[in-house]
C-alpha cells in the first residue's frame, strides 16, 4: 500500500479550506496508508483531525504562534524580530519535515495553501516523495515569487478556474471543485413577516461585515434581522476589528437589528431558515479606524458558504471573489455584485427581497456540481 504524509499546520475553528481537508484525509485512507503530521492543539480543528488516528505532533508550537495567528504578518509594520522569527520557523519547520519525510518513506506528501508549502516543502526535492500542494487562494506575491513557490511542488490543485488562472504557470495545475455532502432534507421556515439575512465567515477585516452593517440602513425592510454566524480571530496590531463593529452597530443604531451568535460548526440548518444570504467578501479596499488605515483584501477561491446556502435553496447577495461566478451560474441563485460596497450591497438585498418569489435556487444542480463523490474521483486520479 503507498503512503502519503500529511503537513497540517492550520489550527482553530473549520473554515471552508478545513472542510475540504477533512473529506480528502478519509478519501486518502481508504487507499492509502496516511500519516498525519499537526500542531496538536486544544481546537475543534485539530481535535477533529486527531480522530482520524495516525497523528503525530509537529513541535515547538510556542516559535509557530510568535509568527503565525499574531496579525503582524497582514501589515507592513514587521520589525526585525518578526522577520527572524519568520526565517526560524521556516528553517525549523523544512528541517522537521525533511527529516520526517526521509524516515517515512512516503510516495506522496500532501499540504495546502502557502503556509503549508513554505514551513514543509522546501527541502523534499532531495526526496523521492512527490509533492502535492492543495492551494485555497489566489497568491499574494510577485510572478516571480509565484513561479518559485510553484516549483517546490509536483501537482497543484486548486479549487476554482479563476485561481487556476491567476497563477503564472499551469502545466502542473489542476481545477478539481471542492465536495461536500450536500445531501439532505429542505425544511424552510414558516412565513414570518420578519426578514432574516445572514453573514458567515470569520470576523476579520477581509470578510467584509462592516459592509454589511453599513448597508443596513439603506435596505428598505424595517424588519429585517442580520444573523451573524463567525467569531472574532486574532487582534490585528493595526486596527482593533471587534472594536470597530461595536462602533458602527452603536453609531448607526443596528442594537436591535444584529444577533451575534458566535462560530456555528453546523451553520447550515441555521442559512435554510435564513431568506437571504449575504457574502461581503472584500476584493480591495482602505479601511480606517481611529486615525488607523489598514489596506483590506480577499483570500477566497470557492466559498464554501455560498454552495452550502444554495444547496439548501437560500438564494445569494455575493461580492465577485475567485470562484464565485462558478458557483452563482443561475439568475434564480442570487446576485453577484463588482465588490463589498454597502450601496452594491443594499441595492442587491432590496432586489431580492422584493421579488422573493423569482429567487428560488435550484438545490440539485449544487449538489450535484460539487458533490463528494466527484471531488473523490478526481483526488484518486491525482494520487495515482
Not at 179 to 189: A, C, P, T, V
Not at 307 to 333: Q, R, Y
Amino acid at each position: 500500500m503507498k503512503k502519503v504524509v500529511i503537513f497540517e499546520f492550520f489550527t482553530g475553528n473549520i473554515a471552508g479550506a478545513q472542510k475540504v481537508t477533512l473529506n480528502i484525509i478519509p478519501m486518502l485512507k481508504e487507499k492509502y496508508n496516511v500519516v498525519i503530521y499537526q500542531r496538536l492543539n486544544d481546537t475543534l480543528y485539530s481535535n477533529t483531525v486527531k480522530k482520524f488516528g495516525d497523528t503525530k505532533k509537529i513541535p515547538f508550537e510556542s516559535l509557530f504562534t510568535k509568527v503565525f495567528g499574531t496579525g503582524r504578518f497582514e501589515s507592513n509594520k514587521k520589525t526585525k524580530m518578526d522577520k527572524l522569527y519568520f526565517i526560524l520557523n521556516v528553517l525549523f519547520f523544512n528541517t522537521f519535515s525533511l527529516f520526517h519525510v526521509i524516515k517515512e518513506k512516503p510516495d506522496y506528501t500532501y499540504t495546502y495553501d502557502p503556509r503549508g508549502l513554505v514551513l514543509s516543502c522546501l527541502l523534499l526535492k532531495l526526496t523521492r516523495t512527490k509533492v502535492i500542494w492543495h492551494l485555497h487562494s489566489k497568491l499574494s506575491c510577485s510572478p516571480k515569487v509565484a513561479k518559485i513557490m510553484m516549483s517546490f511542488a509536483d501537482e497543484i490543485i486548486v479549487p476554482s478556474e479563476n485561481i487556476k488562472e491567476s497563477l503564472p504557470l499551469d502545466n502542473k495545475v489542476k481545477v478539481i471543485y471542492n465536495g461536500f455532502d450536500l445531501k439532505r432534507e429542505i425544511e424552510k421556515s414558516p412565513v414570518s413577516e420578519t426578514l432574516n439575512l445572514s453573514f458567515v465567515g470569520s470576523l476579520v477585516a477581509h470578510k467584509g461585515l462592516h459592509n454589511i452593517l453599513l448597508s443596513l440602513t439603506a435596505i428598505n425592510h424595517s424588519n429585517i434581522k442580520l444573523h451573524v454566524y463567525g467569531s472574532y480571530a486574532h487582534s490585528n496590531p493595526l486596527l482593533d476589528y471587534e472594536e470597530y463593529i461595536n462602533s458602527l452597530i452603536v453609531e448607526n443604531s443596528l442594537q436591535d437589528k444584529v444577533i451575534f451568535h458566535g462560530w456555528c460548526s453546523n451553520v447550515i440548518p441555521e442559512i435554510m431558515k435564513s431568506d437571504l444570504l449575504i457574502f461581503p467578501s472584500v476584493i480591495n479596499q482602505t479601511l480606517s479606524f481611529k486615525g488607523e488605515t489598514m489596506n483590506v483584501n480577499s483570500s477566497e477561491a470557492l466559498p464554501t458558504i455560498v454552495i452550502e446556502a444554495l444547496s439548501v435553496e437560500t438564494p445569494v447577495v455575493a461580492v465577485n471573489t475567485p470562484g464565485i461566478s462558478e458557483i452563482v451560474v443561475e439568475k434564480s441563485d442570487g446576485i453577484i455584485i463588482n465588490e463589498s460596497e454597502p450601496t452594491l450591497i443594499a441595492d442587491a438585498v432590496n432586489k431580492i427581497l422584493d421579488n422573493k418569489g423569482f429567487y428560488h435556487p435550484d438545490s440539485s444542480l449544487i449538489i450535484s456540481k460539487f458533490s463528494l463523490e466527484k471531488m473523490q474521483q478526481h483526488i484518486y486520479n491525482t494520487f495515482k
